[in-house]
Structure formats: C-alpha cells, structure tokens
C-alpha cells in the first residue's frame, strides 16, 4: 500500500493493520506483513524493506495473469522466475534486467533468498485449488 501524505517511500499490509486495530491475534492469519498502524499514530520507523506476493488467478484458465509470486521493495522487483525488473525506471516491466551491477546482483539474491524462504513457508500451488494449512 502507498499513501502519499503518511507512508510515502513505504511498504505495508493492510490484514496485519487491520487486526491491530480490531485487538485480533494476528496468528490466526498466514501473512509476513507488518502493521502499519503505528505509522498513522505518528511513528517514523520502518514497516518493512521489501514485500513478499503471490497473486492467484481467480477466473477462467487463459484469463488474466498467470499464478504467480515476487519480491519487491520500492525499486527493484523479482519473479520466482527469476525475471528481474528495476520498476523505479520500468514501471511497465517491459525491460527484464540482463546486465546487472554489483548492487543489484545483491539485491536480487536477497530477493530470491526471500521467495526461496517463502516458498517454504507458505508452499505454493500451481492449481491454486483449496488447500488446508497445517498450522
């Protein structure tokens, strides 16, 4: 989420947020973001560098995107594919990322150390049908 007068330049969650806010347990939910609500109580600290996706088709085979995941922090974004993108200068993700200098060599094994992490934690399904998690 990005709002510019509070959380500008920032990363957040909204169920994290959300349960903070109704007093909820947030280990009842499978999520690894962070509340943003004391940002909107006037703290300046950090919510969190980088955020950790997955996007699930919700409709017809051949409709829309494919299931997918990424990691992205406000410059650069990295597909489980391994397809990297510097969205700051390629919004539109129409250029992947080839030739890389040294600082996006260690961002982009940072990210795929994340989704590798992710995709222990929360496994992924390419069928996206209903699975029960295991808590």
Same mark, same amino acid.
């Given at each position: 989420?990005?709002?510019?007068?509070?959380?500008?330049? %920032?990363?957040?969650? =909204?169920?994290?947020?959300?349960?903070?806010?109704?007093?909820?347990?947030?280990? /009842?939910?499978?999520?690894?973001?962070?509340? =943003?609500?004391?940002?909107?109580?006037?703290?300046?600290?950090?919510?969190? +560098?980088?955020?950790?996706? &997955?996007?699930?088709? %919700?409709?017809? @085979?051949?409709?829309?995107?494919?299931?997918?995941?990424?990691?992205?922090?406000?410059?650069? !974004?990295? /597909?489980?594919?391994?397809?990297?993108?510097?969205?700051?200068?390629?919004?539109?993700?129409?250029?992947?990322?080839?030739?890389?200098?040294?600082?996006?060599?260690?961002?982009?094994?940072?990210?795929?150390?994340?989704?590798?992490? !992710?995709?222990?934690?929360? @496994?992924? /399904?390419? +069928?996206?049908?209903? &699975?029960? @998690?295991?808590?």
């Amino acid at each position: 989420m990005r709002c510019p007068s509070m959380l500008t330049g %920032r990363r957040a969650a =909204f169920l994290p947020a959300l349960t903070d806010i109704a007093g909820i347990d947030p280990c /009842y939910f499978r999520t690894d973001g962070r509340s =943003f609500l004391p940002v909107l109580k006037g703290s300046d600290s950090p919510i969190q +560098d980088e955020l950790f996706m &997955h996007y699930s088709l %919700r409709r017809g @085979p051949g409709e829309g995107w494919p299931n997918t995941r990424w990691v992205m922090d406000g410059n650069y !974004k990295l /597909y489980r594919d391994m397809v990297f993108y510097n969205t700051g200068i390629d919004p539109l993700e129409e250029s992947p990322l080839i030739n890389l200098n040294p600082g996006e060599i260690n961002i982009r094994d940072r990210f795929e150390s994340i989704i590798n992490e !992710k995709e222990q934690e929360f @496994p992924f /399904y390419w +069928d996206d049908e209903p &699975h029960v @998690p295991h808590y």
